[in-house]
């Protein structure tokens, strides 16, 4: 199970679009909302998460996670201690953690990304800390996989998929969705 983590002020597309093609490729996905069931987003669009945070476990199948950005989603997230644990269990276990725009920065302030290829939103560079910054708009390096923001959200989303289910499974969602990437 891939878990999409959603607080308050979260970017919405960076959030929805892996959750849809993550689903259209196979992946069970379950998106959790920090501090209850509806989650604002960032642009005042309220989603109905699958679950709340109370209902969270790291027991519960996690293969990976995935953090959407937007502000102050992101500020939200890293105050969340769920969060910080189930970053160390992704990466202790060499499990799928995806982060895109500003939420990268969670990881570099945990250590995380200390010899990892990672890009962010631009601005969010010095909050990666150790990383090896990557010009790319989305950056792979084994299973983290972070991006810039939501402009390249489908193909931040079709990088998690191939992650997961291989490259063929990829291309196949990204032409039924005429994905130009």
Request: charged share 20%; hydrophobic share 40%.
């Amino acid at each position: 199970m891939i878990y999409v983590f959603l607080a308050n002020g979260f970017e919405e597309i960076e959030a929805l679009t892996p959750v849809d093609i993550l689903r259209r490729g196979g992946v069970e996905v379950t998106t959790v909302g920090i501090g209850g069931k509806e989650i604002k987003g960032s642009h005042n669009i309220t989603v109905t998460a699958d679950i709340s945070d109370s209902e969270f476990s790291l027991l519960n199948n996690v293969e990976g996670i995935v953090l959407p950005g937007g502000m102050p989603g992101t500020r939200n997230l890293e105050k969340c201690n769920m969060i910080v644990k189930a970053v160390n269990y992704c990466f202790e276990r060499g499990l799928l953690i995806g982060a895109i725009c500003a939420a990268p920065s969670i990881l570099g302030h945990m250590g995380i990304l200390k010899d990892k290829k990672a890009t962010a939103f631009p601005g969010f560079e010095r909050d990666l800390f150790d990383a090896k910054l990557d010009s790319d708009y989305v950056s792979c390096d084994g299973n983290i996989i972070t991006a810039r923001g939501m402009g390249v959200s489908a193909e931040f989303s079709l990088a998690l998929l191939s992650f997961l289910k291989g490259q063929e499974t990829a291309d196949n969602v990204k032409n039924s969705i005429q994905c130009r990437q």
